[in-house]
């Protein structure tokens, strides 16, 4: 795949026109139709919701750990890395300590847990701990924090989407594009449940880095220098405060830094324990393997494997910025651009300067980024949804009744989604962001809460079904109030990794404090 994307790359070619042609809208029409090929086939397999949701236990390691990398990718990765590279430098990539840290505790502490009773969310093992109310509360908050999380995901992948057909990003144009994601995402992940969501994010997790890593050979290419002289001339070059483009650590100890090694360690470490540990939608993919420890190895093989791909992405950034901002460097073959929306940068470079054919694969891999996430936001949210509260309600029907229901929910799902997107056209621009940091601090409302009530229910035998939904809502407002505490006048600027450590301790200690009516001991981790 890779190879082929190579040779097309290396073809000469005449100078491609600017915008899509004929032969680009082909190769994303095929891609299209072949996601949604996948999701049929699937569909013929299943019986019950058991297979919809779980695919029977059935899913090699190896493929879980693809689907949770694919899951943690997304539009906002393929356009947001690059951007955050290109106005900074690569201090992003320190934020991943937290995922190695999150990965080895959810997989040591939570993982275990979660097979040993068997569930099918883990919103069930709160219900074993502290009650039916428990459960559904946590699930609730999930389906919240989802929206949050994925509708921010759906609006990013909208932009490249709205450029292509629209040529702009204004806001009437931005609805139109979500529309179409969210239908084309429902319609393949109602069909073919999770074995469709995970075999297909396999496949589009090769055609986004493949994208990747052709994009940053073709840079490469026209750039006139030596790789090392590119490198050289990053080390001497600064970004907005004063650090060095190549910086991959920041020691410095202000609060609201956003990738600081700190917020690091005791920030991100936290959002991805969140991600990895109450997230329905990332460990719904676990739970499709056969025992624990392949789940738990999936997981900790996909934190060192996104690694590598961030790094991919924040290294175009880095050749973008050379292309596009240092017309000293590129000389004659400077683009006659100014790249006022740093959001632009790597479509722009798409769009304007790839040769036909391969502009339209490299618009499929951004699609594979979108898709690879709303997919699976879209199952989990119906698998929840189905499993805590439809399924208790209306006990006793068939297999294909509750079939039936799963895939209604699906649909119901990306309404809901694409909702919340149209409201992030408004409210991204208004937050001044980039997109990086937007959708990561939307995800914080709910994760901070969810944390703490399952550190709570795995590491302690306290807590209640009121002191479980009293916290939930205590770490939503704790993030509320401190994202919003400068425009309210108060002196407290804490970038999103310190909002999660405060909401989580905050919710935590609250959660703690109820007295449990029964206690199950078994729970706990050993």
């Not at 491609?16 to 072949?34: I, M, N, Q």
């Not at 847990?113 to 908050?141: D, P, Q, W």
């Not at 920041?250 to 005791?266: E, G, K, M």
């Not at 699976?376 to 068939?398: E, H, I």
Request: charged share 10%; hydrophobic share 55%; aromatic share 12%.
């Amino acid at each position: 795949m890779i190879a082929a994307l190579l040779a097309m790359a290396l073809a000469p070619v005449a100078p491609a026109p600017a915008g899509f042609t004929a032969l680009d809208w082909s190769v994303v029409v095929v891609y299209f139709l072949c996601v949604l090929a996948l999701g049929i086939w699937f569909a013929r397999r299943q019986k019950n919701a058991g297979d919809y949701f779980l695919a029977g236990r059935r899913i090699p390691m190896w493929a879980a750990s693809i689907s949770i990398l694919a899951t943690t990718l997304s539009a906002v990765t393929f356009i947001g890395a690059p951007e955050e590279a290109f106005a900074g430098n690569l201090t992003y990539i320190s934020a991943n300590l937290g995922v190695v840290i999150a990965a080895v505790v959810v997989a040591v502490f939570f993982i275990p847990v979660f097979y040993r009773h068997n569930v099918t969310t883990v919103y069930e093992l709160l219900e074993i701990r502290m009650g039916t109310n428990a459960k559904l509360g946590a699930s609730a908050m999930f389906m919240l924090g989802r929206i949050f999380a994925s509708g921010s995901r759906l609006f990013a992948a909208a932009i490249p989407l709205s450029l292509i057909v629209f040529g702009n990003i204004e806001p009437q144009h931005m609805v139109q594009s979500i529309l179409m994601i969210a239908f084309v995402a429902a319609l393949y992940t109602t069909f073919g449940g999770i074995a469709a969501v995970i075999w297909t994010d396999t496949a589009q997790v090769i055609i986004l880095v493949g994208a990747a890593l052709v994009a940053a050979f073709l840079l490469v290419q026209r750039i006139p220098e030596s790789p090392l002289e590119i490198g050289r001339i990053l080390a001497e070059s600064q970004a907005a405060d004063g650090s060095s483009k190549l910086a991959l650590f920041d020691f410095r100890t202000d609060l609201s830094l956003p990738y600081t090694v700190w917020s690091a360690i005791f920030g991100f470490s936290l959002l991805n324990m969140a991600w990895y540990g109450t997230d329905q939608d990332l460990v719904q993919r676990m739970l499709t393997c056969r025992s624990a420890f392949r789940a738990s190895m999936s997981l900790i093989l996909s934190a060192f494997i996104a690694i590598g791909v961030v790094a991919i992405f924040l290294a175009l950034g880095l050749l973008l910025y050379v292309y596009y901002a240092r017309p000293d460097i590129m000389g004659a073959a400077a683009p006659a651009l100014d790249i006022a929306d740093t959001r632009r940068v790597f479509l722009v470079f798409i769009l304007d300067e790839m040769p036909v054919g391969l502009r339209g694969l490299m618009i499929a891999g951004l699609f594979a980024a979108a898709m690879s996430s709303l997919d699976s936001g879209l199952n989990a949210m119906a698998s929840t949804a189905v499993s805590d509260w439809y399924r208790p309600l209306r006990r006793g029907k068939s297999d294909r009744h509750y079939l039936r229901v799963s895939r209604l929910a699906v649909a119901l799902w990306a309404m809901a989604l694409a909702s919340f997107a149209c409201i992030c056209v408004w409210w991204q621009q208004a937050s001044g962001e980039g997109l990086l940091q937007f959708a990561l601090g939307v995800m914080v409302f709910a994760y901070a809460g969810l944390l703490g009530v399952f550190l709570t229910a795995i590491f302690t035998k306290r807590g209640s079904s009121v002191s479980v939904c009293i916290a939930l809502v205590a770490g939503f407002v704790t993030v509320l109030f401190l994202q919003n505490a400068p425009a309210l006048g108060i002196n407290l600027n804490l970038s999103l990794g310190w909002r999660m450590l405060v909401g989580t301790v905050v919710s935590f200690s609250i959660c703690a404090s109820g007295r449990p009516k029964r206690r199950d001991s078994t729970v706990q981790a050993e």
